[in-house]
């Protein structure tokens, strides 16, 4: 069950451009679209922001974070096909040769993202994740820990 939820997750996160992501502010949540990308070893999910975005400021003063991916399209079978996929985890800000690493990786997934991201007003952040929770079939649910 492990491995086919293991597949079931890496499938989602190579197919899916899309991601939403939750921050916090004084107590009040904040969701935002954004383009990610996501590791091999699905330890970690990463984006661009500009760093004058609400969700860059709330991000950096709250890394606490869950970050939701999912197939649906809107449809009734959605109920019993679609899968989404919860994240859990701290985000923080890649700086140097890392940002670099994961820039390469972003824009290898987005690649008519390279202007945005490489503009000097554009964060590179990436959420450290603990655990995950897939559900699939509207309300079957199993949980994935990967921190190490």
Same mark, same amino acid.
């Not at 590791?39 to 969700?55: C, E, I, N, V």
């Not at 991916?69 to 859990?88: E, G, L, P, Q, Y």
């Not at 820039?103 to 964060?123: D, G, R």
């Not at 994740?129 to 994935?144: A, G, H, I, T």
């Given at each position: 069950?492990?491995? =086919?939820?293991?597949?079931? $997750?890496?499938?989602?996160?190579?197919? !899916?451009?899309?991601?939403?992501?939750? +921050? !916090?502010?004084?107590?009040?949540?904040?969701?935002?679209?954004?383009?990610?990308?996501s590791?091999?070893?699905?330890?970690?999910?990463?984006?661009?922001?500009?760093?004058?975005?609400?969700?860059?400021?709330? $991000?950096? %003063?709250?890394?606490? +974070?869950?970050?939701?991916?999912?197939?649906?399209?809107?449809?009734?079978?959605?109920?019993? %096909?679609?899968?989404?996929?919860?994240?859990?985890?701290k985000?923080?800000?890649?700086?140097?040769?890392t940002?670099?690493?994961?820039? =390469?990786?972003? $824009?290898?997934?987005?690649?008519?993202?390279?202007?945005?991201?490489?503009?000097p007003?554009? +964060?590179?952040?990436?959420m450290?994740?603990?655990?995950?929770?897939?559900? +699939? %079939?509207?309300?079957?649910?199993? =949980? $994935?820990?990967?921190?190490?």
């Amino acid at each position: 069950m492990l491995d =086919e939820t293991r597949r079931v $997750l890496m499938d989602l996160l190579e197919s !899916q451009r899309f991601a939403v992501v939750a +921050s !916090q502010s004084k107590g009040q949540p904040y969701c935002s679209l954004v383009a990610f990308a996501s590791t091999r070893d699905l330890g970690r999910l990463f984006f661009a922001t500009p760093r004058y975005t609400r969700k860059y400021s709330n $991000l950096l %003063k709250k890394a606490r +974070s869950a970050i939701l991916v999912d197939s649906r399209s809107n449809r009734a079978a959605d109920i019993s %096909k679609a899968v989404a996929v919860t994240a859990i985890g701290k985000v923080r800000e890649l700086k140097g040769s890392t940002r670099t690493r994961y820039l =390469e990786e972003y $824009l290898a997934k987005h690649p008519h993202m390279k202007e945005f991201a490489t503009s000097p007003s554009c +964060s590179m952040l990436a959420m450290e994740v603990e655990r995950y929770y897939v559900v +699939s %079939k509207f309300q079957n649910v199993l =949980e $994935l820990d990967v921190k190490k």
